[in-house]
Nanobody, 126 residues
């Protein structure tokens, strides 16, 4: 398994931006599908974005489309999530995840990923 550590969370006002980073170690990311999930307070973990090893296909959850951008640098073993136009409902713990891949619909589920980071808190104030 690959070890993942997220960073970059914090407190931001609505309309602001944050960039989350996910550092991977233990294995290279070349063969992994990488994803971001988030878990709002008192709610289940939900899909944010995922892309394949070459970033030729990137998928986004409906609530973040047009505002969030996922990217990765396989050479540096890093994954990023640029979050713009943040809203209070984006408040959550954000998790980075790595998995072996699968059909499009499967990549939206937590079951598709077997490595998870510890999470980073993002709080968006009104």
């Amino acid at each position: 398994q690959v070890q993942l550590v997220e960073s970059g969370g914090g407190l931001v006002q609505a309309g602001g931006s944050l960039r989350l980073s996910c550092a991977a170690s233990g294995r290279t990311l070349n063969s992994y599908v990488m994803a971001w999930f988030r878990q709002p307070p008192g709610k289940e973990r939900e899909f944010v974005a995922a892309n394949n090893w070459s970033s030729s296909s990137t998928y986004y959850g409906d609530s973040v489309k047009g505002r969030f951008t996922m990217s990765r640098d396989n050479a540096k073993n890093m994954v990023y999530l640029q979050m713009n136009s943040l809203k209070p409902e984006d408040t959550a713990v954000y998790y980075c995840a790595a998995g072996g891949g699968g059909p499009y619909y499967y990549l939206h589920t937590t079951a598709a990923y077997d490595s998870w980071g510890q999470g980073t808190q993002v709080t968006v104030s009104p």
